[in-house]
């Protein structure tokens, strides 16, 4: 088992840019999410999947952040235009049962996302 | 926020002692996990206590909740070097289905 696969590890980018992370979930887990952690507010939901759809999306800052899923084994963090406020790490994660259930969370190590 | 709080934030011990982590929350759970982050790494789950239970043991780790306090806490004994980490309570609350995790405590374990 590979684990969460996130790329790119490292993305330095100017103001304005568009910056898009990837994520491979753990093959079978039908729950997604995309975290942000940052030293001021911690680890952040920002939006997670539940079968390839969107469930909730309410920690979405802007609308300059869009994810999809569009396959099981694929999802996207896009970020257009991107801001140095958005510099911080983001982890995707993934699980079997969802979280009433306990199933554990599985994360990838991060994208450290720095915005200049 | 319904964030859960850990205390202390930082801690330092020395190799060979236990470490005693605490987190608070705010309102009834279903359950309450432990995560472990190393430096530039994702988290790793440690352990799940659910709020029926009162204490879970896994290898060197001991998790006790006190529902009544609203409050759990993480022993790991005889600590190792490669315990240093930050560690971070995560809950799942009652008619907020989102797991959310808290301030974390970094641990540094002193050779």
């Known amino acids: 088992d590979a684990g969460v696969i996130q790329s790119p590890r490292h993305e330095v980018t100017e103001m304005g840019q568009e910056v898009t992370l990837r994520c491979k979930p753990i093959?079978?887990?039908?729950?997604l999410f995309w975290y942000r952690q940052t030293m001021m507010r911690g680890l952040e939901l920002l939006i997670y999947?539940?079968?390839?759809?969107?469930?909730?999306d309410s920690g979405m800052p802007e609308d300059r952040f869009s994810a999809k899923m569009p396959n099981a084994s694929f999802s996207t963090l896009k970020i257009q235009p991107s801001e140095p406020r958005d510099s911080a790490v983001y982890f995707c994660?993934?699980?079997?049962?969802?979280?009433?259930?306990?199933?554990?969370?599985?994360f990838g190590n991060g994208t450290r996302l720095t915005v200049t | 926020s319904q964030q859960g709080e850990e205390d202390p934030q930082a801690l330092s011990i020395q190799e060979g002692e236990n470490a005693t982590m605490n987190c608070s929350y705010k309102?009834?759970?279903?359950?309450l996990q432990w995560y472990r982050q190393n430096s530039g790494r994702g988290l790793v789950h440690l352990i799940l206590?659910?709020?029926?239970?009162r204490e879970k043991h896994s290898g060197r780790l001991r998790v006790t909740l006190d529902t009544s306090k609203k409050s759990s806490s993480l022993l790991i004994t005889a600590s190792r070097a490669a315990d240093t980490a930050s560690y971070f309570c995560?809950?799942?609350?009652?008619?907020?289905?989102?797991?959310?995790f808290g301030t974390g405590t970094r641990l540094t374990i002193i050779p």
């Open positions: 309102t009834s759970i279903n359950n």
């Open positions: 206590i659910r709020s029926n239970e």
């Open positions: 999947f539940n079968n390839n759809v969107p469930i909730d």
């Open positions: 995560a809950t799942v609350y009652f008619g907020n289905e989102k797991l959310t």
């Open positions: 093959s079978g887990h039908d729950y």
């Open positions: 994660a993934s699980t079997l049962n969802g979280w009433q259930g306990g199933s554990p969370l599985h």
